[in-house]
């Protein structure tokens, strides 16, 4: 994993340079952690990347850079109004940024707010086009249009994440939307060539490596889907969704027990993982373990009333009773 220099932790969680502008030194080290941050975060170690930006801010509650980092570690969690209120942040120190933008257009989206979400969408292509016309765009601007353009169903997105990684081979996000693009068409073939390039270019990318065993998953490719998800764990053995899925592959090739144990897995690095305990839980009620199974749908039910895992665990748990019903009758 990359480390930052002690000097440089020390500067940024002890100066007292919130009020003041940054200094070249203390600019440098700014970009190091926010580099480190989107490390942790390729990694899906979300907590300390969270953690590394929080340090920014608390030094320099201006970094716009550190506010669009933090949304989008936000927005892979699905913590849509929290990425919002960073990405207004964003705005608000760097105007008509077209990353933000593109990002803020994605959460609208998520959250319903279409109209909005479009209209950020075309701000976001207006100024990264601007950028381009003028011969002063670089990777980021690329990549920001294509996300915009995805949103606008501009068939021109594919082209925007190709050039985006040509100008920085180290964008690997971009591969990874191209693949996303794929999967929507059914190109699946297409899709793992560029996850594949994805992870070749950084190999600690668990959250690249977890994407590829997606697809493999729907290619019916079940041994390299494990594969790689024991891959993405090598990296970071606490990312609770390469468990979970593990898991879910694992159901699908008839292996219950070692499903049960990627469940538990997955549980106990993040407690209250609904889905998991649905998926455990028609995992023991297979093999026949039906207090097991009952008492994974009523956890299941309880942490996420409103969630579709809990709401198919409440049904699981009609269902036994029922069940149980008529056989006492």
């Known amino acids: ?185 059914g190109r699946l073939e297409e899709a793992l060539g560029h996850l594949t390039r994805a992870v070749e270019t950084r190999p600690d990318y668990a959250v690249g490596f977890l994407s590829r065993a997606h697809v493999h998953y729907e290619m019916s490719n079940f041994q390299e889907a494990l594969a790689d998800c024991d891959r993405a764990l090598q990296i970071n053995d606490h990312y609770a969704r390469a468990w979970h899925n593990r898991g879910l592959i694992n159901v699908q090739i008839a292996d219950l027990r070692s499903a049960i144990q990627d469940f538990t897995q997955a549980i106990l690095v993040q407690p209250g993982y609904a889905s998991a305990h649905y998926y455990r839980g028609e995992a023991y009620l297979t093999l026949g373990n039906v207090a097991s199974a009952r008492a994974d749908w009523e956890t299941a039910s309880e942490v996420a009333p409103d969630e579709w895992a809990g709401q198919a665990a409440a049904e699981m748990l009609r269902q036994l009773r029922q069940q149980q019903g008529e056989a006492a009758d």
């Open 1 to 185: 994993m990359k480390t930052v220099s002690l000097i440089a932790l020390a500067v940024l969680a002890l100066a007292q340079i919130a009020t003041a502008e940054l200094t070249a030194e203390e600019a440098a080290e700014q970009q190091e952690l926010l580099a480190w941050a989107r490390t942790l975060q390729l990694q899906a170690r979300d907590d300390q990347a969270l953690g590394v930006c929080d340090m920014i801010l608390q030094v320099d509650p201006e970094s716009a850079d550190a506010y669009l980092r933090r949304a989008m570690i936000l927005l892979g969690e699905s913590r849509f109004d929290d990425a919002i209120a960073d990405l207004d942040r964003a705005l608000r120190y760097r105007k008509d940024d077209p990353l933000a933008l593109a990002a803020r257009a994605h959460a609208w989206t998520a959250v319903g707010e279409l109209d909005r979400g479009q209209s950020d969408a075309r701000r976001s292509a207006e100024m990264a086009a601007a950028s381009i016309a003028a011969e002063a765009a670089d990777a980021i601007d690329y990549y920001a249009r294509g996300l915009a353009r995805v949103l606008l169903e501009h068939r021109e997105a594919l082209q925007d994440f190709a050039t985006a990684a040509s100008l920085d081979e180290k964008l690997v996000e971009a591969h990874v939307e191209r693949a996303h693009i794929f999967v929507g068409t």
